[in-house]
């Protein structure tokens, strides 16, 4: 079965997050297992990618959303350091300053949606809005609860425009996270990370497996998917998500441009210009 089917939240199905596995690694025994098969989306990741740019026809927004420690940045670090940088953007997204304050909640984001050609990634996205702000009650439930419908007019909005979208929740157990926690206390390369909210969020676990499942629930639609990702093991979830875009990509049948210019007629010209001047190696086959 593809990963794009298996991990999907089918459109109006419910979710309980409880329920699933966050240690799945499909067949995989080990990350060395894994390699060849990581080496092999990676590759087409990085051909596909160069497609999308030359056909300048569609782009890819992927959402990164999961709790502290999910392994967010992990994911960028890693599957997404494959793209060229050139025709990729990256946009974290933290508590709103005040000028993104004073705007509606979409627009800081609709700013940094992808232009043709390009994919963008969101480290954090507008689903925050459903999410520390519900939990947190940052604004009443009259205002929060109308943005699953709001968000959904935007999406169709981008995708209507071209912009496919992948959301992927990074789905870590509450052990897996407190591993990771200690691996930062531990680790002076990785101390910088702690903060004080990593430890204060965690009082809130169930609001936030609430709002996850109802962002999931109301939002995963045909042309905005949500995907759960197992992410307790990190080589996993790089797989899977390398994965699910290489097969969104794949579905899209994108093909290298014409030339924009007569082919013949400028190598014509090339070869006019060689016995011109002379110069250069001699040609292979020449
Ligand atoms: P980090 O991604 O670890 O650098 O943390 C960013 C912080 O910004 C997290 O605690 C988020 O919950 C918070 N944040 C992101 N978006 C919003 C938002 N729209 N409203 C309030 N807080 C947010
Ligand atoms: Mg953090």
């Known amino acids: 079965m593809d990963y794009v089917k298996r991990f999907q939240v089918k459109p109006g199905d419910k979710v309980n997050l409880k329920e699933i596995d966050a240690s799945f690694r499909d067949r995989h025994k080990s990350h060395e297992h894994a390699l060849a098969e990581i080496e092999v989306y990676n590759n087409k990741l990085r051909k ?3 497609l999308l740019y030359a056909e300048n026809k569609h782009s890819l927004l992927i959402c990164l959303q999961g709790r502290d420690a999910a392994g967010k940045d992990g994911t960028i670090n890693h599957v997404l350091a494959t793209l060229n940088p050139q025709g990729c953007t990256v946009n974290g997204f933290k508590v709103p300053s005040t000028e993104e304050a004073a705007h509606d909640f979409l627009w800081r984001y609709h700013k940094a949606a992808p232009a043709r050609g390009q994919v963008a990634i969101f ?6 809005d459903v999410l520390v702000v519900r939990v947190h009650d940052l604004v009443p439930k009259e205002v929060w609860s109308k943005r699953y419908d709001q ?3 935007f999406e169709k909005i981008l ?14 157990d509450a052990d897996e996270q407190l591993k990771r926690f200690k691996k930062r ?3 002076p390369r990785r101390q910088w990370k702690i903060s004080e909210s990593d430890y204060t969020e965690r009082h809130y676990w169930d609001d936030y497996t609430r709002a996850f ?3 999931m629930e109301k939002c995963s639609t045909k042309q905005a998917p949500w995907f759960i990702i197992p992410a307790n093991y990190k080589w996993f979830r790089n797989l899977a998500i390398s994965r699910i875009i290489v097969e969104t990509l794949d579905s899209l049948h ?10 013949k007629e400028i190598r014509k010209k090339y070869h006019e210009i060689r016995k011109k001047e002379g110069g250069g190696r001699p040609e292979k086959g020449n």
Request: aromatic share 10%; proline share 5%; net charge negative.
């Open 48 to 50: 596909l990618q160069y």
């Open 123 to 128: 480290n954090r996205s507008h689903y925050e």
């Open 151 to 153: 968000i959904n007019d």
């Open 159 to 172: 995708h209507g425009n071209g912009t496919h979208i992948l959301k992927f929740y990074l789905h870590i």
């Open 185 to 187: 206390i531990d680790d």
């Open 213 to 215: 499942e109802s962002a």
């Open 254 to 263: 994108m093909k290298m441009p014409d030339p924009t210019v007569d082919i």
